[in-house]
Structure formats: structure tokens, C-alpha cells
């Protein structure tokens, strides 16, 4: 059984959720230099892929307290998903199962290493196969995605996708941080 989402993954799930469909239609980073701005929040000065800024973002702001003017968000800030996983490895909260406001990481077999990240918005099935890989189907939230879920596109995207632990994909639960 898949457990639900707490109150924490809720706010990360509703504040991701509010940015799905920006995209910038002149295929650059999201409208004006947003893109440079949330890469810069998190540590990086560089170009290139903003979907980890971006989840970074999520996370510090869905966390706020303006009682205390500071955020409880627990995951480091930074653009590389590799960082991100070696940060959740050593604190024993990478995992290779999902559940609801999990952050994902898509692993690639081809590059052998993580090459995005976002959210789990909900997970619908996952399957075990006995001759085929593992693999979780959940409605992911994600940026610098296209429609296809492609990386690189100029969008803020929500789609279903196929998260494979065989394959390497994992799955961070931040709120064990706390």
C-alpha cells in the first residue's frame, strides 16, 4: 500500500501545482529571467536545466513559516540531481519506492547518472512483474519539461510517468529529514 500524503507533501504538491503551464513560448528558460533567478536561489550561477532550481523553490516556499521567517524545507539547494541524491543517500532517505510529495529523481542508464527531478504528485499503480522491471506509474510535477515530458522544454509541466527503480530512478522522502 502506497501511504498518503502528509500535510508537509501536501503544501510541497499544492505549490508545484500552481506553477504547472508556465513556459516561456520563446523556448527560453520561464517568462523574463525567473529561470535565472530560481538557479541563483540555489546556488548556481551556470545556464543549462532549471528543473532542480525550480524544485528547490517549491520546497523552500512551501515550507515558510512567516511566523519564524524561515523556511523548514530540509533538502539542499542546488541544480545537480546527482548532489540531490548523494545529499538524501547519506541521510538514508533515498528510496525505491514512491509515495505522494516524494521528490523524484529520473535516473539515466544511457548517461549513468540522475538527469531530472520534481515531484510526485500522486501515485497511481505500481506494478510487479515477474519477468519485467518494477515500475511505479504516478502524475509527476516537474520543470524545464516540454508536453512529452522531454528535459529541456520551456514548460512547467504535470504528466504521468513511469518511474522505474530497476532502472535506477529513486525517490527522496524529505519529510523523514525533519
Not at 545529499?87 to 532517505?93: C, L, P, Y
Not at 509527476?140 to 532502472?167: H, Q
Amino acid at each position: 500500500m502506497i501511504a498518503a500524503a502528509s500535510a508537509s507533501s501536501a503544501a510541497l504538491i499544492a505549490a508545484a501545482s500552481a506553477f504547472v503551464g508556465l513556459q516561456d513560448v520563446s523556448g527560453g528558460l520561464l517568462p523574463g529571467s525567473v529561470g535565472e533567478v530560481l538557479r541563483r536561489q540555489a546556488g548556481s550561477r551556470g545556464s543549462g536545466c532549471w528543473d532542480m532550481a525550480l524544485l528547490y523553490h517549491w520546497g523552500y516556499w512551501s515550507q515558510f513559516d512567516y511566523r519564524a521567517d524561515e523556511s523548514s524545507w530540509p533538502l539542499i539547494p542546488t541544480t545537480e540531481p546527482e548532489a540531490l541524491a548523494e545529499f538524501a543517500r547519506a541521510r538514508g532517505v533515498l528510496g525505491a519506492k514512491p509515495c505522494d510529495g516524494d521528490v523524484f529523481l529520473q535516473y539515466s542508464p544511457r548517461r549513468s547518472e540522475f538527469v531530472r527531478g520534481g515531484v510526485i504528485a500522486h501515485v497511481y499503480i505500481d506494478h510487479d512483474r515477474p519477468h519485467d522491471a518494477t515500475y511505479f506509474e504516478a502524475v509527476v510535477l516537474e520543470g524545464n519539461s516540454n508536453r512529452s515530458g522531454e528535459l529541456g522544454g520551456p514548460r512547467v509541466a504535470r504528466l504521468v510517468r513511469r518511474l522505474c527503480p530497476d532502472l535506477g530512478d529513486r525517490f527522496i522522502r524529505w519529510t523523514e529529514l525533519r
